[in-house]
């Protein structure tokens, strides 16, 4: 079969020269070789026939195709469209929205909300609420962090899997410093211990700032400090969302806020 209509029209126009000349020499019936003129015409016609029927197969073939395609094309753009109306309406509290919201907020009015209150304010010793929570908490990590990270420290661990434990750490904070909010007179033996316990894993590089450290951790969330649990901290310290501090054989992971 001719790979191409140019070519197939060039072996149509050479047979169509040949029956001309055939029938040309229609009259030559008396002739010795009439006979294999003939033979040699039909021949020919039935090389054309087959030629068209390949052709024809091969244009129904391409119809499918081309049909499957604009079939897939019309999935694409439903899909392309449920995207843009997704992403348009991303709530306003995840991570990342402010750098793709179409709702007019401005990524530097969201900073500027987040930070519009003094350090000083968050300090252990005198607590105040921001923005509806009592105790500060940090900022989920967003996509682009998140794929920033270097797979060595990631490994296996899955976004979704850091950000379920900056809620943990949340835990933490709030239960350690309601305590450490507490008046002595309002607390029992129990609560006096955890209490003491707390002051005694401060030092001089804590002062002013929301820290815990590993007992934190085991007593008052579900983040278990194993391999991944290891990595999702290491993966905060790289996000600049927590710091160590070291000092009386404690490590403290300290909020960056």
Do not use: W
């Not at 073939?61 to 079939?71: F, N, T, V």
């Not at 500027?112 to 010793?125: G, N, Q």
Request: charged share 35%; glycine share 4%; aromatic share 6%.
């Amino acid at each position: 079969m001719a790979a191409t209509l140019e070519q197939m029209a060039e072996i149509f126009s050479a047979k169509i020269s040949s029956l001309k000349r055939c029938m040309e020499l229609r009259g030559a019936m008396s002739s010795a070789n009439c006979d294999s003129v003939l033979r040699s015409l039909d021949k020919e016609l039935l090389e054309i026939e087959s030629s068209l029927s390949s052709f024809q197969a091969h244009l129904e073939k391409e119809k499918k195709l081309l049909e499957q395609g604009e079939a897939i094309q019309a999935v694409a753009d439903k899909y392309k469209e449920r995207l843009v109306h997704v992403t348009s309406n991303l709530p306003s509290h995840l991570p990342g929205v402010e750098k793709i919201s179409k709702r007019g907020v401005l990524k530097e009015d969201v900073v500027t909300e987040s930070v519009k209150k003094p350090r000083k304010t968050r300090r252990a010793k005198g607590l105040s609420s921001e923005d509806g929570c009592e105790f500060p908490k940090l900022a989920y990590l967003t996509v682009e962090e998140f794929d920033e990270i270097p797979k060595y420290i990631k490994g296996r661990t899955s976004y979704d899997q850091v950000n379920n434990a900056i809620d943990e750490i949340y835990k933490v904070i709030t239960a350690k410093y309601k305590i450490l909010r507490l008046p002595r007179s309002a607390m029992g033996e129990p609560v006096m211990k955890k209490y003491k316990a707390f002051k005694e894993a401060e030092i001089p590089d804590t002062e002013g700032e929301y820290f815990f450290i590993d007992d934190d951790l085991k007593t008052y969330s579900q983040l278990k400090l194993d391999s991944t649990g290891r990595a999702i901290l290491t993966m905060l310290r790289h996000c600049g969302r927590l710091r160590e501090v070291r000092g009386k054989k404690l490590l403290r992971y300290v909020l960056r806020l």
